[in-house]
């Protein structure tokens, strides 16, 4: 998918120095010439389909590039936690959605200081979520923009049938300090079109209602390119689209060269024929498989496999009688995880690249934030 | 295993303050009241079979406790990562073991400044990994401890083999500022006597070439328990067992009441009859599943089921059609981890109770420490 860029905004720009020659292992590299072809997939398909995207930071974490998606024409962002979406109104950041419910007295007094810089929206999906978010908001002089969560099929949170739907909304904008602001969705990856009907049907049911449906949100990286024109969608709120992983090739939503995101890491131990251990394990890879055979992918060894990590050491599966691929210990590799985001929380530092050469390297500001 | 503590040392007492009023969810909880329970049993167990502890970190990664493990007795603490053994001597801990081989200019120059601080070990399982010590260490006053690593069965790293292992240990003791301490393995669970022996037969084919064997270091928690007096051992690098987990119940090393570290988490939807999810997920728990069904267990709920994990959403499986176990939004469930170094890794800080009264939150230094 990888083409030349001709981006309007500017990330920085690549020094001079070789990141190859500054970089201990293991590390996380980002490589922004990926990342900024990559914004510009996205974003060219959001207007193609008239979606506002609202890009989800859990992927990168990064103030950053969350202004780096806002510059490429992102509306807003989307965030999971009040404490990711803090550290990026911190940073100026004004539009964020909480795709999340926001459940208890503390979460929700931080949402309201929040809301004072912010343009926030939040979910529910329940009239408890609902009641918990009024008893704080009641006669605030700015309404909470509220959407209805709605399980497409994903079978996560959400109410599970469009009559559902319409009797939260009919709640939500009968609250004081609340506004019903319309339908989101997380829905299950290639699930077709089975939540795009769902949602056009609580849609109606609200109109029929007698309410207004200002916003209809999903999201998802791989079905954002599967997707046609649906006059019904009017956001979307994709998150891995951004560095991309093993997962998405898998998906056949990239190939290696879009993916931004890379560990590299160095062979500490080639102990026989068949193993060779490297220093990137479970703490810099995480245990996700998503269903995968193997850990990750080794960018250049496509015979070697990595069958199980350690929490420091990634078991390496591969044959060292073979002259051309046998690896030494100190060899540098480049492993592509499985699952980009939960990666992106395991370090709190990230070296910026641009091909071969450094950018700068970057405080993980959003990672770690669990609540 | 619980039973009435005795401890000669003091970690911090409780206050009058119940944490289940302060603490926000998600949220690591650590009992010292039975960390120290662990500490003493363990210590005990050490003391009875003549080992040297030397408790590994990465479980906790807290100075406060591993000065509590010292004080209970250990003579040294063992770390895996040398940004984990810096964290510890800023604290003052001044015997450290790094069980890991360390390679690269950048890694081993800051284990030449931190060897002045502290009285340090590493290991080594190749030649490769000896020189690279040998070229920043050579000719230094005090020679840098060098370990050779032995794969007794747990095919990680280590050599293959008894021969390996002395001609490894006479190169380390013939090269200018490295010293030939002893022999190191990390074991297979459960692996019986094949380790000791292993060991047992290195350490016999180091002295008949005339090398001075200070040091055969073994770990693993569950193990620890099964042991008898062995006369080779004379240090043990136990870890998970400050804290257990899910594992060790599952292996019949503790109970559940000997686990320390829990996720506290909230029902956020409780979509169907069926579902309910919480808002711990891998980003609070792993995905380290261990071989066991499931992400962790529920206390008090010993029906309820943790089939899944989003990043952010703990997928539990209950029946919520059995009035007595109905879960409700806002209700707080306590989670044990199968896993408990990992979630020590994820959260930038822990809130340290005792029984139902907070002691203080505790930011995990040594977390994060990749390189």
């Known amino acids: 998918m990888l083409k030349v860029t001709n981006m309007k905004y500017k990330l920085p720009a690549a020094t001079k120095i070789r990141w190859a020659d500054i970089v201990d292992t293991p590390e996380v ?6 990342v900024e072809q990559n914004l ?38 989307t965030c999971q936690k009040i404490g990711e ?32 810089r ?5 979910c529910a999906d329940s009239r408890a979520v609902v009641a918990g978010l009024a008893r704080i908001f009641k006669n605030k002089a700015r309404p ?12 996560r949170c959400g109410v599970v049938s469009a ?10 904008a009968a609250t004081s300090g609340l506004h019903f602001e319309g339908l989101m969705s997380y829905p299950a990856a290639g699930g077709g079109n089975t939540a795009l009907d769902w949602l056009a049907d609580a849609k109606q049911a609200c109109l029929r209602a007698g309410l207004k449906v200002a916003v209809v949100s999903t999201g998802g990286t791989p079905d954002l390119y599967n997707l046609n ?23 056949g939503a990239c190939g290696i060269e879009d993916c931004a995101l890379s560990v590299i890491t160095t062979v500490v131990s080639c102990p026989d024929a068949q193993r060779v251990m490297v ?21 250049g060894h496509p015979k070697i496999t990595i069958p199980a990590l350690s929490e420091e050491h990634g078991h390496l599966a591969t044959n060292q009688k073979s002259k051309t691929a046998k690896l030494k210990v100190g060899n540098i590799l480049r492993i592509i995880p499985n699952h980009a985001c939960v990666v992106s929380n395991l370090f709190d530092q990230v070296t910026l690249v641009r091909g071969d050469y450094f950018v700068s390297r970057q405080a993980v500001l959003a990672r770690g934030k669990t609540q």
Chains 1, 2 share one sequence.
Do not use: W
Request: with cysteine.
């Open 118 to 122: 912010a343009n926030l929206t939040v």
């Open 279 to 299: 220093d990137a394990g479970s703490k810099s890879l995480s245990s996700d498989l998503f269903g995968l055979d193997g850990h990750g992918l080794v960018v």
């Open 229 to 251: 024109t649906n006059s019904d969608i009017t956001q979307y709120r994709p998150g891995s689209y951004i560095y991309n992983d093993r997962s998405l090739i898998a998906a």
């Open 40 to 77: 510009e997939n996205c974003q060219e398909q959001c207007d193609r389909l008239g979606f506002a995207a609202h890009p989800h930071i859990k992927t990168h974490k990064l103030p950053l590039l969350a202004f780096a998606q806002l510059e490429a024409g992102a509306k807003g962002i």
């Open 85 to 116: 979406a803090e550290v990026m109104a911190d940073a100026g950041i004004e539009d964020i959605l909480i795709s999340y419910n926001v459940i208890g007295e503390q979460k929700i007094r931080r949402l309201l200081a929040l809301s004072k």
């Open 163 to 172: 009559e559902q739907a319409v009797a939260l909304a009919k709640k939500i």
């Open 29 to 34: 590299v980002i490589d922004l010439d990926v």
């Open 144 to 155: 909470l923009k509220v959407l209805v969560e709605c399980d497409t099929g994903m079978h």
